[in-house]
C-alpha cells in the first residue's frame, strides 16, 4: 500500500511521522507524514528566520541521542508561536534559548544580589558574578543582566530594548556553545559578529 504524505516535509514544519525501524540498520522507512503546523512568517523575514533556526539547532543539539523533553518541545514550539505573531526576534530566540538551557539542566545561575553595573558571567562557573572579583569572566551591561533578572522570575511583560535582548541571546548562545563544546552550525549567520569566548 503507498504511503500518506500530506503537506510539505521541511524546517519550519510540525506534524506526524510514521516510520519503520529495523536493528540495525541506520535508514528508516518512512511511511506516513501528516502536516499539522507550518511557521511562515520565518520563512519571509530574514532576522525571524536565522532566529528560528538557531532554535531549532540548539534544539536538536541539547537533545541528541535522548528522548525529547516535553518542556524543550514546548519552548521550541512557543518560539516559533511568538515569531510567527510578529513578536521581536531577538526576544523570542533569547527567551527561548533560556528555557532550552532549563529544560537540559544548563540554566544560567543569575544571582540578583550582583549589581547590574559589576555584572559578568563566568563561564566555567555558568553564573553571574561581580567583575571586580573575577576579571576573566565576560562582561556584561545593565540591560543583558535586566533581561537575564527577569527572565528567571518568569516576567512576560519585562519591557527591554532590542539591543538588550540581542545582547542576551549573544550570551545564551556563547554559554550554549561552551556547553556544547562547539559552536552549532547557525550560529555563524545568527551572530555575525561573534560570541563572546
Do not use: Y
Request: charged residues 20%.
Amino acid at each position: 500500500m503507498p504511503g500518506s504524505f500530506g503537506g510539505g516535509f521541511e524546517p519550519l514544519t510540525m506534524g506526524t511521522l510514521v516510520f519503520f525501524h529495523k536493528a540495525g540498520r541506520e535508514l528508516e522507512t518512512l511511511s506516513e507524514w501528516q502536516e499539522s503546523k507550518s511557521w511562515r512568517t520565518p520563512r519571509r523575514n530574514e532576522q525571524a528566520n536565522r532566529a528560528a533556526l538557531a532554535m531549532v539547532d540548539l534544539a536538536e543539539k541539547l537533545n541528541r541521542g535522548a528522548e525529547v523533553d516535553q518542556h524543550a518541545f514546548w519552548a521550541l514550539h512557543d518560539g516559533l508561536e511568538a515569531l510567527e505573531r510578529g513578536g521581536l526576534p531577538d526576544e523570542a530566540l533569547c527567551r527561548t534559548l533560556w528555557l532550552l538551557l532549563q529544560a537540559a539542566g544548563f540554566g544560567p545561575l543569575v544571582d540578583e544580589s550582583v549589581s547590574p553595573n559589576q555584572a559578568a558571567f563566568d563561564p566555567e562557573a555558568g553564573q553571574l558574578c561581580d567583575f571586580e572579583t573575577n576579571s576573566k569572566a565576560w562582561r556584561l551591561s545593565p540591560g543583558t543582566v535586566m533581561v537575564l533578572q527577569s527572565l528567571v522570575r518568569e516576567n512576560e511583560g519585562s519591557p527591554h530594548d532590542s539591543d538588550a535582548w540581542a545582547k542576551s541571546a549573544r550570551l545564551l548562545a556563547a554559554w550554549s556553545s561552551r556547553i556544547l563544546g562547539e559552536a552549532p552550525p547557525s550560529w555563524s549567520w545568527t551572530f555575525p559578529s561573534g560570541l563572546p569566548e
